[in-house]
C-alpha cells in the first residue's frame, strides 16, 4: 500500500511503502531463523536473541525500525519441534515455547526457559525484570545525586524483553509511523550471566557502535561565554603557555545572533569567524557549534531565503515555518541551505544542545531527538568521513550516534559521585562513550571538585571542561589556585600519555561490542561483590578506575575510596603498591593526594602508551612507550595496539593497522615482545621508536634488545627499569630481555606510605615510626589524613549497583600486616557492638590483631579507636577517627535525638512523608521523594513538628534544606514546648550544608519547627533532614 502524510507546509510528500504482508509459513525441513506458528512468527537472531511477534491478521513487518536496523541478522543453528498447535525453539541458551491458541501472546500460551550455568531461569509475558541494572537517562539536566534509571539491557534476571512494538519504521530514504494494524513485536535477551553475548545479541539487531572521530577521544574547551575571535585565539595560546592538550573547541551559543536558536555568525564577536575556524584547523583543532533549532529558521537569518525557496515558500512572506525535522523536505533543506554553508567553513560537527520537545509534528510516535541524532550522524558522516554526533541519549538504538552529551550536570561531590556508575551503568544499553561536562555546568565554584572531576574525565571517553555562563566558573585550569591547576595538569598530560591505550579500547568497544567505561559485573558477573561497588570501573581490560568523590584531609587534600579487586594482581600507577586478590576479590581502602588517585593496572599485560602530547586526537604515535607491571610467572600477556587514520571511516574496509604486544615472566627474566605492524591506513607512520617501563623491578644493569646488551636506565621515583629501543621500520619485530627481581610488596608499600606521609605532614618523612610516634596530638582532620596515608580507615559504603535506593554503611578497612583493635565508644566506656555482613562477629570477639585485609561494618557508629602494629613494627596510635550522626547510644552527646522521635507535618507532598525528615539521609527531589519532608503547596507557615514519648535534652540542631534548587527556606523559628524560642537564618540551597543552630541546653518533649520565610520560587517549603543532639 502506499502511504502519505501531511506537511506543515501543505505539501504531500509520498513515503515509501510501510508493510509486508507474510503469510504463515510451512514447517520448515531445516531452520531457516523464521518459524511461523499461526498469528506469530518468531525470528532467531542470535542463540541469545528471539524476535516476538504477534498479529491477528498475520501482518508483519519487515521494515527496519529506528531499534531494529539489521533485520537481515539470523541464527539456524536451533533446534525446532512442532506438534499440532505446539512449537518449541531451543538455540541452546533460549528455549522458547508457543501454543497457538489464537489468541494475543501471554502467560498461557508463551514461555521461554533461559539457560544459567547448569540451571534455567523462567520467562513469560508481563513478567517482571527485578533485578535489572540500569540504563542510561536521557539527560542529567538538574539532577544533584543518584537518581533512579530506566531498565538496561542487562538484568542479574538473565534475560531482557525489549518492547518494539511502536516503534517508527525506516523507509528506502526517511522515516515514518508504524500502521496500527501492525501487532506486537518484541525482543527477548537470554544470556544468564553471559553479559558479553547480550552486548553482542543488541548489535546483531540494532547496529554496531561506531568508532567516534579520534579527535573527540582528547581533551575540549567548552564553556558558554561571549567569547569573540581574539578570545578564542587566546584561549588556544594559554592551553599551550600553561602545557594542557587541547584538541576540540566548542563555541557555545554565543557564536549566533542573539537567541535560543540561531543559524548566523554573530559578526559582532566573530566578525572573521570564518578565518577563525582556519585559523583553528591550522592548530589541528576541531570545531563545533552549539544547536537549539527548536525556534526554526527566522526571517534574521543568512540562510533564510535559500531554505524558504528550498521547502517551496515565499521567503517575502517573512514568516518562520515552524520547526519539522520529521518532513523530510523541511530536513533536506535545513541541511542542504543552513548547515553546509557552515560545514563548508569549518565546522566539523554539530553539538545538538535540544531535547525538551518530544514528538516529531509529522511523523506521530517519533522523537524530535531520536531522529535529529539520526540526521546529523548521517550529515557529519558525508565525504568518507565518520558520523560524529555529540547529542543526549535518544533511546534504543542511539548507540550507533556517539558521542552522548550527558547534559547540565551540577557541580557538587555528589553530582560527580554519582556520574561514575551513571556512565558505566550507561553502557548497559551500547552507549559506550560519554561526554561530560566535567566540573558541572551550574552549581557553587568547587576547586578541589573540579580537580578531582578532571581525574574522572581523564578515565572515560572524553575530557570536556564546562560550565554556564558565570565568571566564577571559568574552566580554565589556570584560573583556579596553584594546587588545583597542578594536580589538572597531571590528569590532562596521563590523557595524554594513555592515548594508545583508550584509543585501542574504543576499537574494542566498537569491534567487540563491549563497554569502555565497564560495570565489574560485565567481567566478573559469578561474583557477588562485583554488582555492589559502583564507585569504581574498569577502562577497558586493564585498567581500573575508582575515582575519589568528597573533600580530602590534611595539607595534601588526601582522599579516600573502596575499591574492590577482581582476582589477579593490581599495580597502583601513582604509588606502585601492588595488590593482589583471590577468586573472590579482596577489599581496600585506597588514598591519594589532590595530584593521583586509585588507578590500577592488571598485572602482566603491556599497556601502551606515548610521551605526552599537547594534540592527542591528531598526532602519531612516532614513539611508542609499553609498560608492563608484573605479571605470574610462566604466564604470558597480550595487548594489540590498534591504529588508523581517526577520521575516515577507512577501518571498516581494513584501512587500520594492530601491532600485538606481548609480556611474559620466567622466574626472574621479564620478556617484552613487539610483534610486527599488521595493516596500513592512510598517513601510517614507517618508522618508531620503542620505550620499555618495567616497574617494580629492582634496578637491572643491562637488558637485552633483539639479543644484544643495551643500557638500562633506572628511575627511582618510580622503581621503574626503562629500555629504550632506538627508531626502527614498524614492520620489525622488538624483544626486550631484562633480568631483575621484583620489588617486595613492603618496600613498595612503604615507599608509598612515607610519601602520602609527607603529602599530609609538610616534610620529608624518613622513619614511618618517627613521624607517627607523636600522632596522638594530631589534630583531628590530621589524625583522620595520617591513618588513611597508611590506607587505614573508615569509609561509607552504599552497595547499591548505582548509587540509588542503597543505604551506606561504614567500612573499617586495614591493609595486610597490620594489626588493628577496633573499639566502639560511647564517651570513655567501651561498648560491645554486632559486626555485619553476617552479623555473627562482635568486635570484642576479634582480639588484639584483625584479619589483614578484613573489612568490618559497624551500623550507627559514632567513634572508632584503633590500635595498630604497622608490618611487623609496633607503635601506639589512639585517635577517635570517625564521628557521624548514627543512632549512638541514648543519653550520649553524639546521639541524633531526632532519630527517636516521632514526626508530624502541616501538609506532605506525595511520598515526601515527615518521618523521611528524621531518616538520617539528607536527600530528595530531584531524587525520589523518598528522603525528605516537602509540604503539599505551602511556602512560609508549613510546620515540621518532632516529639518524644519522655523529655530529652536539646541543645544543638541542624536543619538541611530540601535539595531541589527552586525551593529555599530563608528563615525559621524552633518553639519548645517551655514556649521559648530560637530564630533560624536561611538554609544553604544545596542540600548538602545544614544550617547549625547551638543554644543552651533544655529539656522538651516537643519541637517545632515553623518555616518563616522563603525564596521567592519556593512552591513546596521542606526540610531533606533533622537532626537534634543534646550538645
Known sequence: MSCFYRSTLNRTLPLAASLTIVAAAPTQAAPTGIETQGRARFTVITPNLIRLEDSANKSFVDQPSMFAIKRSARFTGYRVKRSGRDLEIDTGVVRLRYTDDGQAFGAANLKASVRQGKGWIEWTPGAANRANLGGPAKTLDGVFGPIQLPDGLISRDGWFQLEDSRGPLLTKDWVETRPRSAGTDWYLFGYGQDYRAAFKSLAAISGEVPMPRRNTLGAWYSRYWAYTSDDFRNLVKEYRDHDFPLDNMVLDMDWHRDGWTGWSWNRKLLPDAEKLLQDLHAENLAVTLNLHPADGVGAHEDAYEPFMRAIGADPATKQTVPFDIGNKQYADALFKEVHRPLEAAGVDFWWLDWQQWNGTKSVPELTNLQWLNYLYYKETGRSGRRGQNFSRWGGWGDHRYPIHFSGDATTDWRMLSFEIPFTSTSSNSGLFFWSHDIGGHAGPRYDETYARWCQFGAMTAALRSHSTNRPDLDRRPWTYPAWSEESMRRSFHLRSELFPYIYSTTRQSSKDTVPMVRPMYIDYAGVEASYHNAQQYLFGDSLLVAPIVSPGVGSSRLGTQQVWFPQGQWFDMFTGERYVAGPAGRNALASADINSFPLFARGGVPIPMQPYTPRMGTAKISKLVVRCYPGEAGKSGRFNLYEDDGLSEGYKTGALATTELTYKREGEVTIVSIAPTQGHFAGQLARRGYSIELPGLVA????????????????????????????????????????????????????????????????????????????????????????????????????????????????????????????????????????????????????????????????????????????????????????????????????????????????????????????????????????????????????????????????????????NGNDQVTSARLTFDDGSTVEVGACPNDGLTPVELAFAPRQTRRVKIEITGVNATTENSGFAEVAVFPR
Open 700 to 963: 637491572a644493569r643491562t637488558a637485552l634488545v633483539d639479543g644484544r646488551s643495551v643500557p638500562v636506565r633506572y628511575d627511582d621515583a618510580r622503581g621503574c627499569n626503562i629500555v629504550e629501543v632506538a627508531e626502527r621500520d614498524i614492520r620489525q619485530k622488538v624483544e626486550v630481555r631484562l633480568n631483575a627481581a621484583t620489588v617486595p610488596d613492603a618496600t613498595l608499600r612503604d615507599a608509598a606510605v612515607k610519601s602520602r606521609l609527607s603529602g599530609v605532614l609538610g616534610k620529608a618523612v624518613n622513619s614511618i615510626e618517627a613521624s607517627l610516634k607523636d600522632a596522638g596530638n594530631a589534630s583531628e582532620e590530621n589524625a583522620t589524613a595520617l591513618l588513611a596515608a597508611l590506607n587505614m580507615g573508615v569509609q561509607a559504603h552504599n552497595d547499591a549497583p548505582y548509587l540509588f535506593g542503597g543505604q551506606e554503611k561504614l567500612h573499617w578497612y586495614a591493609p595486610p600486616g597490620a594489626a588493628v583493635r577496633p573499639e566502639f565508644t560511647f564517651g570513655s566506656k567501651n561498648q560491645t557492638v554486632a559486626v555485619d555482613p553476617d552479623g555473627e562477629l562482635k568486635l570484642d570477639a576479634l582480639g588484639a590483631t584483625l584479619a589483614p585485609n578484613e573489612q568490618i561494618v559497624v551500623p550507627g557508629m559514632t567513634k572508632v579507636r584503633a590500635g595498630i602494629g604497622y608490618v611487623g613494627r609496633q607503635w601506639r596510635f589512639e585517635r577517635d577517627i570517625l564521628q557521624s550522626l548514627g543512632t549512638g547510644k541514648s543519653g550520649t552527646d553524639n546521639e541524633n535525638l531526632a532519630r527517636r522521635a516521632k514526626a508530624w507535618a502541616s501538609s506532605v507532598d506525595n511520598l515526601a512523608v515527615p518521618e523521611n525528615a528524621i531518616d538520617g539521609i539528607a536527600g530528595g527531589y530531584p531524587n525520589p521523594h523518598g528522603a525528605e519532608w516537602s509540604s503539599k503547596g505551602e511556602k512560609a507557615g508549613a510546620t515540621l513538628a518532632l516529639s518524644w514519648e519522655a523529655p530529652v535534652t536539646v541543645g544543638r540542631v541542624l536543619l538541611y534544606d530540601r535539595p
